[in-house]
């Protein structure tokens, strides 16, 4: 059975960091492309950010270009999302995701960005 579990959301000040993690059981990570996607209250789900198997292809929205930085440790079956110079704009629903066969999503952790 295929799990992703996230952590490390949370409330922070506009201009800060907060950095996501993403643990996957159930597959063979290091086989798996892997995302980021965002949802904010009343809009639909987004991508953010992914990454393949390597780590060598890395793709982000515009909206967080620059900004955010998507990286995997295939020792530890774990995706991250480091989040810098946060806005408010930022506030939503994380979610990661992967594809084997079917779409699979984690529970979601979420990060709320204050003016």
């Known amino acids: 059975q295929v799990q992703l579990v996230e952590s490390g959301g949370g409330l922070v000040q506009a201009g800060g960091s907060l950095r996501l993690s993403c643990t996957a059981s159930?597959?063979?990570?290091?086989?798996?492309?892997m995302g980021w996607y965002r949802q904010a209250p009343g809009k639909q789900r987004e991508l953010v950010a992914t990454i393949t198997t390597s780590g060598r292809g890395r793709n982000y929205a515009d909206s967080v270009k620059g900004r955010f930085t998507i990286s995997r440790d295939n020792a530890k079956n774990t995706v991250y999302l480091q989040m810098d110079s946060l806005k408010p704009e930022d506030t939503a629903v994380y979610y990661c995701?992967?594809?084997?066969?079917?779409?699979?999503w984690g529970q979601g952790t979420q990060v709320t960005v204050s003016s």
């Open positions: 159930g597959i063979i990570f290091s086989i798996n492309d």
């Open positions: 995701h992967t594809h084997l066969r079917i779409d699979y």
